[in-house]
Every structure is written in structure tokens, then in C-alpha cells.
């Protein structure tokens, strides 16, 4: 437990994360930088600047119940601690999403509204059903349904984003890029710790096989509903004449996992984020003794 202690402490993350790659930031991003005027000025891009951010809204209002709500069943005062920092690290990330809602137009008083509008219905059945576990204490299906399921496609998907976003949009790259350094931890520490909880209670196994299964099904349904929506695949193409007309060009050589990011179809990139979030599962979950579940395809 030395080196666990040692990796995940309260002293580690204060040096890498409020005084390391935080340092000198505003609502994870330089205290210069906006929004791109015409995305807050252009009703279109405006609507899907904030359609977006209110599913990364969402996905991290449920991560900060989750890790807040593991305190008090984690098994021991390490797994406390570090919970305790990623507790923070989760309500930053809410904080910083929600800033950007307020950046792009939307009132303080109408936030929880415009989420509860535009939020996913298979990301809200994703959060519910992580959600259960937590309200039971079950420690072990809820960290792997945390820390390695929900942080892992956080991961994934601001990872994306970040691809798309680094020379388009700068500030919400680098608001993105601090919550992928956040998610690299919270992935890691799944992994160090559910490897031993499931070599001592390995009865878990099979219930958190399932609840993978089930959180990958209402994942995959997100992804699909974004991708195969064939208006906002429209308006899509619109908002990226609108902003280079504007002369606010994306990475035309930007990459992400050898698929250009700016020229892919809807289907490539739901394709390739898909397929990328579920190796990842697999492997991790293969490294702490699980076996990977395949739901159905949406």
C-alpha cells in the first residue's frame, strides 16, 4: 500500500495539479482568452456550442456524485484521500463547463433548465445507473463504474474534442486539456486499486461485468444519437462554412487516432471514438481482472 499511498496522495496532487498544470489559469483556461465571437454571436453555433457543453455538464455533475458519494464506503483512508481530491477535481470540472454556459449567453438562474433540455437521455441513464451502486456503497462496482467506465470515456471524448477544438476554438482546448490530465489520474487510480479488491472479493465479479455492459449500452446510445442525428449533422456543415467565412479555421491535418478529424464523416467519427473508448475498456479491465462485456450495438 506504500507506493498506492505515495502515487495518490493529497501532497501529489497538489503539486501537479492547483500548482502544476492549473497554475496561472481562469476557469481552466488563460485569463485572456473567450469564446470565439461569432460562436456566441451566431444563433447556430451558438445552440450547438451549448448543446455540447451541456452533455459534458451532465457527465461531470455525475462524476462528482459519484466520487463524493465513495468516501465513506471506500475501505481504507488512501482510497478516502485520493476520492477527496478527485471529489474536488470533479465539482472543478462542473464549475468550469458551467462557466462556459454563462460565456456563451445562458443565465445563471437557467442553467439547470438548458441541461435538463438538452442532456442526453442515454447519458442520463448512464449516470442513473452508476448512480445506484453509489447510493448502496458498493465501493467496488463503483469505482469501476466511475474510474475506469464514466473517466475513461471522459477521456476519450475531451480528448477529441481537444483535437478538434486546440487551434478553432483555444480557449475551451485548454479548459479540455486540464480536465484530460484530471481524467488520466482518476483512470489510473481504478486501475491500482479495483486490481486487488477483486482478487479479495471475487463474488463482485460478475455484478460488475453487468454494470458494465449496462453503462456501455446507454454510452454507445449517446455517441449514436450525436452522430446519426442527420439535422445536426446539417447544421454541422453550416457551422463550419460560418466559421471559416469568418476565417476561424480547425486543424485540416488534426488527427485522432489516425482519423483527420476535420474531414471525417459523422460515421468515421463515431466509428473511431467508439471503438477507441471500448480497446481502452477492454484493456483496462483485462488488467484488473474483469472480463469485458458486449452490450448490444445501438
Known sequence: ???????????????????????????????????????????????????????????????????????????DEASKRFLATQTLDEARHVE????????????RNEVDDVVAKYANPNLVKFAETLLEKVDKKDFVAGVVGQNIVLEGMAFSVFELLHTGMEKANPKFAHTLAGTI????????????????????????????????????????ATFADRFRDQSAMAER????????????????????????????????LEAVLSNTVLSEFKKRLDRVGIEYQSPDRP
Open 1 to 75: 500500500m506504500g507506493d498506492f499511498l505515495s502515487g495518490y496522495s493529497i501532497q501529489r496532487w497538489l503539486e501537479s495539479c492547483p500548482q502544476g498544470y492549473l497554475m496561472d489559469t481562469e476557469y481552466g483556461h488563460k485569463t485572456n482568452e473567450k469564446e470565439p465571437d461569432i460562436v456566441v454571436e451566431d444563433p447556430l453555433l451558438k445552440e450547438q456550442a451549448i448543446s455540447l457543453t451541456v452533455q459534458l455538464v451532465a457527465g461531470e455533475r455525475c462524476a462528482l456524485a459519484a466520487s463524493s458519494g465513495l468516501i465513506n464506503a471506500a475501505p
Open 96 to 107: 468550469v463547463f458551467t462557466q462556459r454556459l454563462l460565456d456563451l449567453g445562458v443565465k
Open 181 to 220: 490530465a484530471d481524467e488520466r489520474r482518476h483512470v489510473g487510480f481504478g486501475e491500482n486499486r479495483i486490481g486487488s479488491l477483486i482478487r479479495q472479493y471475487p463474488e463482485k465479479k460478475q455484478e460488475v461485468e453487468q454494470l458494465q455492459k449496462e453503462m456501455t449500452y446507454y454510452m454507445l
Open 237 to 268: 456543415e453550416r457551422a463550419q462554412e460560418l466559421m471559416a467565412k469568418e476565417g476561424i479555421q480547425g486543424d485540416d491535418s488534426a488527427e485522432y487516432h489516425g482519423v483527420n478529424v476535420a474531414q471525417a464523416s459523422p460515421e468515421e
